[in-house]
């Protein structure tokens, strides 16, 4: 097997993070691991960090959090950390006193992988 370069494994990322709707949210291992790379969560946030500038209107960088429910705030953002919260709200997303974002009202998940852990939390009771 090739093994893909990394605007490959970028790209494979901003194609799910493409699929997360407005108004919702999905933590960097999430996206990771919906996009074939189980384990890489910090590839994920780099991705999106270094998203490039023909592809910043079309994929939704804003939506991707961290698995605490809160925006991971970086110096190397310049002071710009605010913008992803202000953009998330603008989409109807509420952010708690303490900056967290809830999932179970927020969160979102491919349609398949909803199904999954469904079946998966029957299995468990029964």
Known sequence: MVNPGPHDLHQQI???VKLIPRGRVATYG??????GLPGH???????LFNLP???QGEV???RVIN???RISYSEARQG??????ELLEAEGVIFSERGKVSFAEFGWQPEGE????????????G
């Not at 999430?30 to 996009?35: G, K």
């Not at 969560?41 to 991705?47: E, F, N, P, T």
């Not at 710009?80 to 919260?85: A, E, G, S, V």
Request: proline residues 2%; aromatic residues 10%.
């Open 30 to 35: 999430q996206v990771a691991l919906w996009a």
């Open 14 to 16: 901003y194609d799910v």
């Open 53 to 55: 500038k023909d592809q």
């Open 41 to 47: 969560a910090r590839l994920a946030g780099y991705a």
């Open 114 to 125: 909803r199904q999954r852990t469904k079946g998966a939390k029957r299995k468990k009771r």
């Open 80 to 85: 710009h950390d605010h913008l992803q919260r």
């Open 67 to 69: 698995a605490q429910g």
């Open 60 to 62: 939704p960088w804003q």
